[in-house]
């Protein structure tokens, strides 16, 4: 089975060589376009020259400065789970990103079922909805006319923004911007040269940071002291993406992690960064005979499970393992003669119990 790098990867490659650097002076060209435009958007922003429609409940916003991966849809379970459990009414605005639903907007899931697959409304929110039964989430891409809608409907206390740093449409009461300590701004370039949706001075909007991944990371001192130089006073969590079982995609099953060890598998997924995956895996014992990268939030057909199980065999493994993200975009067929795991995982800050507190009374505030 060929591998498919993500984009960022090969723009890391060519970054290598001359000719490489040369061949990137288009992308260079743009990210200076795009840099003037991000910037003057959020300066008429702050201005009051555009506006952001305020809603009567409080919203906390999940988000990140970089394009991929770095742990929001773990962040946005962890705090509506904590936020339900006080008593909260909560709600979830996600983007839907790939899903195929053509309204406006569209309820993924209410208080008492989901509605729709991870097909029409994206793996995200199926996923969330899946892992967060009462709590509804509100798909749309218009964020500002989801949060109305679910205000009107759900009547929430608290509203949960996820990936919507840059939506500024919609006005929040909490920043949180959640980094991924292994690969926090990516090669410092802004899209399209790189992974950066905004400069690194978009930073000073937080109110809260977040570090995942802090336990793959070698030195976080770097990224805390770039935090510092643009926000010196907004709460430090320190997080890790905690295995917490194996299921099974079959029958649905879960195990203890234990039960992994000594097994042989073939890991695949479809997310952004795959290689901490493929860590953790080897972190529970199992010996992995191969790793099969797709395109992030990818689509797989019975087609692709035909292959994936073929080289699997081909490998000598005798399970194929995945995300929970990935598990959700392969449930309308039927699955090949070879066991599909998933590896479930869950956010687990590292911070100790003050610094914890502290940025907790951030992102409630005295309103709720």
């Given at each position: 089975?060929?591998?498919?790098?993500?984009?960022?990867?090969?723009?890391?490659?060519?970054?290598?060589?001359?000719?490489?650097?040369?061949?990137?002076?288009?992308?260079?060209?743009?990210?200076?376009?795009?840099?003037?435009?991000?910037?003057?958007?959020?300066?008429?922003?702050?201005?009051?020259?555009?506006?952001?429609?305020?809603?009567?409940?409080?919203?906390?916003?999940?988000?990140?400065?970089?394009?991929?991966?770095?742990?929001?849809?773990?962040?946005?379970?962890?705090?509506?789970?904590?936020?339900?459990?006080?008593?909260?009414?909560?709600?979830?605005?996600?983007?839907?990103?790939?899903?195929?639903?053509?309204?406006?907007?569209?309820?993924?899931?209410?208080?008492?079922?989901?509605?729709?697959?991870?097909?029409?409304?994206?793996?995200?929110?199926?996923?969330?909805?899946?892992?967060?039964?009462?709590?509804?989430?509100?798909?749309?891409?218009?964020?500002?006319?989801?949060?109305?809608?679910?205000?009107?409907?759900?009547?929430?206390?608290?509203?949960?923004?996820?990936?919507?740093?840059?939506?500024?449409?919609?006005?929040?009461?909490?920043?949180?911007?959640?980094?991924?300590?292994?690969?926090?701004?990516?090669?410092?370039?802004?899209?399209?040269?790189?992974?950066?949706?905004?400069?690194?001075?978009?930073?000073?909007?937080?109110?809260?940071?977040?570090?995942?991944?802090?336990?793959?990371?070698?030195?976080?001192?770097?990224?805390?002291?770039?935090?510092?130089?643009?926000?010196?006073?907004?709460?430090?969590?320190?997080?890790?993406?905690?295995?917490?079982?194996?299921?099974?995609?079959?029958?649905?099953?879960?195990?203890?992690?234990?039960?992994?060890?000594?097994?042989?598998?073939?890991?695949?997924?479809?997310i952004a960064d795959?290689?901490?995956?493929?860590?953790?895996?080897?972190?529970?014992?199992?010996?992995?005979?191969?790793?099969?990268?797709?395109?992030?939030?990818?689509?797989?057909t019975a087609a692709?499970?035909?292959?994936?199980?073929?080289?699997?065999?081909?490998?000598?493994?005798?399970?194929?393992?995945?995300?929970?993200?990935?598990?959700?975009?392969?449930?309308?067929?039927?699955?090949?003669?070879?066991p599909v795991l998933?590896?479930?995982?869950?956010?687990?800050?590292?911070?100790?119990?003050?610094?914890?507190?502290?940025?907790?009374?951030?992102?409630?505030?005295?309103?709720?």
């Amino acid at each position: 089975m060929k591998i498919r790098k993500p984009a960022i990867e090969i723009v890391q490659a060519l970054e290598e060589h001359w000719w490489g650097k040369v061949m990137l002076l288009p992308l260079s060209m743009a990210s200076c376009v795009f840099y003037p435009l991000v910037s003057l958007r959020v300066y008429l922003y702050k201005l009051g020259l555009l506006k952001a429609e305020k809603l009567k409940c409080r919203v906390i916003c999940v988000g990140n400065i970089t394009s991929g991966g770095t742990g929001k849809t773990p962040t946005v379970r962890l705090l509506a789970d904590k936020l339900q459990k006080q008593g909260l009414r909560v709600v979830i605005l996600s983007r839907g990103y790939k899903g195929n639903l053509k309204g406006k907007l569209e309820v993924a899931a209410d208080e008492k079922k989901i509605l729709h697959s991870a097909a029409e409304v994206g793996d995200e929110p199926y996923l969330l909805a899946q892992q967060l039964p009462g709590i509804p989430i509100v798909v749309g891409k218009r964020r500002s006319y989801a949060g109305w809608y679910a205000s009107l409907r759900f009547k929430p206390q608290v509203i949960i923004l996820d990936d919507g740093y840059q939506h500024l449409k919609l006005a929040r009461q909490v920043n949180i911007m959640v980094i991924d300590a292994t690969n926090p701004f990516g090669n410092r370039c802004l899209l399209p040269r790189g992974t950066l949706r905004e400069p690194l001075s978009a930073l000073s909007r937080a109110q809260v940071f977040l570090l995942t991944k802090t336990d793959l990371a070698k030195d976080v001192s770097a990224v805390v002291d770039t935090l510092r130089r643009y926000n010196p006073k907004a709460p430090l969590l320190t997080s890790v993406h905690q295995s917490v079982a194996i299921g099974e995609l079959s029958n649905k099953k879960k195990h203890p992690l234990k039960w992994l060890k000594g097994k042989k598998v073939a890991c695949f997924s479809g997310i952004a960064d795959p290689a901490s995956f493929v860590k953790m895996i080897k972190e529970l014992g199992a010996e992995v005979a191969g790793q099969l990268n797709f395109p992030d939030h990818y689509q797989y057909t019975a087609a692709d499970l035909g292959e994936l199980a073929d080289t699997a065999k081909e490998l000598g493994a005798e399970a194929l393992i995945t995300t929970e993200k990935d598990a959700v975009r392969i449930t309308d067929f039927d699955l090949p003669d070879i066991p599909v795991l998933t590896l479930n995982i869950a956010l687990k800050i590292t911070s100790n119990e003050r610094e914890w507190e502290e940025a907790w009374k951030v992102i409630v505030g005295v309103e709720v």
